[in-house]
């Protein structure tokens, strides 16, 4: 950080040529047209990313309760954002929440910059960041929870475990007084949901008649659709996250489009292998571990390690979604801890991996080995599951007596479409 000079200092500078003066922060207006352009696919990710790729996945009579959900959870993330969650997670404060230095954006003029952008867009993209995170957690409670506990609990969740990961991670805060790796969201986002959506799925409940019937995605056009926005919309979400027009924009650019293209056939060739044919699901599926994976180490990492990274990330998430699953014995509807649980994971681990320079990446802090890396990968992961996972238990159980968290098994067999919203997504 720049220290302040003293009048002595600032009266010798004076005699300096205008050249050999320290340029103050200027505003750069590619900087800020990247950012926006950013912000606005991060945003579309969610609307209708997210919405699509899961509302796809569920039975028809589910369908618009998962779009109601993943769009109003969207709006109350932003309101909460704007008056408190911008501060409690970028303001100075101390290693795990920030202060209320910023409350209702109140002290960020429209000419306060981040970098050589302005302020404002800075909150709007990290803004698009914890919407797209809490929308990832409902797919995980998908077709049983009421309406009114997901409100609950996002206002908990959010509160209490998005904010601080984020300021341990990307404001200075415990994880990156440790140097953690983090460039994009492998535990802001990615664990941090994942945690969160497991600990819902263990106390809400398998459906009524899992593993009896047959649950099938009612809409597979709609899951790809998903897909590719989300594909395309996380170009947004990885090139963003350099926070300028950059070479470290590109690389991450790069990366994710190479990780991601290596985990769709690394998933596609072994479920291929194994069940004897490839499906549109496998491939929908290997495109988003492949974006997961890719995630925490978009800007580190050399196009090689992305590739890598990428093809790892597609075989752990097909093993976490057909073994890992079974093994925990949990209805997960959308597999939110499968692909970004168990991809998070390994992309994080990796990231500690192939950021070594010695590998094509941009190196790491001075001194610090590969092995040093990786153990502080491992810590940050470990906290982010715990975190979360305690929180989310916290705002499940307070959503729980105040509301209760399941619908009834009538109600439940009906489709929460008709019952939580008096609407069907498909009429007769």
């Known amino acids: 950080m720049k220290k302040l000079v003293s009048l002595t200092a600032l009266g010798a500078a004076a005699l300096l040529p205008s050249w050999a003066m320290a340029a103050a922060p200027a505003v750069d207006k590619a900087d800020n047209a990247f950012m926006m352009i950013s912000t606005a696919l991060v945003l579309f990710m969610t609307l209708p990313g997210i919405a699509l790729f899961y509302g796809g996945l569920l039975r028809g009579k589910n369908v618009l309760s998962m779009l109601t959900q993943v769009a109003v959870t969207f709006a109350l993330v932003c309101v909460l954002w704007m008056i408190y969650g911008y501060s409690l997670t970028f303001g100075t404060g101390n290693a795990f929440f920030g202060d209320f230095s910023m409350i209702m954006l109140k002290s960020i003029g429209v000419t306060a910059l981040t970098g050589s952008f302005y302020q404002l867009i800075h909150v709007a993209f990290q803004c698009s960041f914890a919407c797209i995170t809490v929308g990832l957690i409902v797919g995980a409670l998908a077709e049983r929870i009421r309406f009114s506990a997901v409100l609950i609990f996002v206002l908990v969740w959010l509160t209490f475990s998005y904010l601080p990961m984020a300021h341990m991670v990307w404001a200075g805060g415990y994880l990156a007084s440790l140097d953690a790796l983090d460039f994009a969201g492998g535990t802001v986002v990615h664990i941090n949901a994942a945690s969160a959506g497991l600990v819902g799925a ?227």
């Open 202 to 428: 263990y106390l809400l409940g398998k459906r009524a008649g899992f593993g009896k019937e047959v649950f099938k995605p009612h809409n597979l056009p709609m899951v790809f659709t998903g897909t590719a926005i989300l594909y395309v919309g996380w170009c947004g979400f990885n090139a963003g996250s350099a926070s300028a027009a950059n070479e470290i924009a590109g690389l991450a650019f790069i990366n994710t489009v190479m990780a991601t293209a290596g985990a769709i056939l690394s998933w596609v060739f072994v479920e291929w292998m194994l069940r004897g044919k490839p499906s549109l699901l496998g491939a929908c599926s290997g495109c988003i571990v492949g974006l997961v994976a890719i995630t925490p180490a978009a800007g580190t990492v050399g196009v090689g390690g992305a590739l890598v990274i990428g093809l790892v990330g597609g075989v752990a998430g097909l093993w976490g979604v057909v073994t890992l699953k079974k093994w925990l014995k949990v209805d997960d509807v959308c597999d939110v801890f499968g692909v970004h649980g168990v991809c998070g994971i390994v992309g994080c681990l990796l990231t500690g991996v192939f950021s070594s320079a010695s590998l094509g990446g941009t190196g790491y802090a001075e001194g610090v080995t590969m092995g040093h890396q990786v153990w502080v990968q491992l810590i940050s992961v470990i906290v982010c599951l715990i975190w979360s996972g305690v929180v989310a238990f916290i705002g499940f159980k307070i959503a729980d007596m105040m509301v209760g968290l399941r619908v009834s098994e009538e109600q439940e067999r009906e489709g929460l479409d008709v019952n939580s919203h008096g609407e069907n997504a498909y009429n007769p």
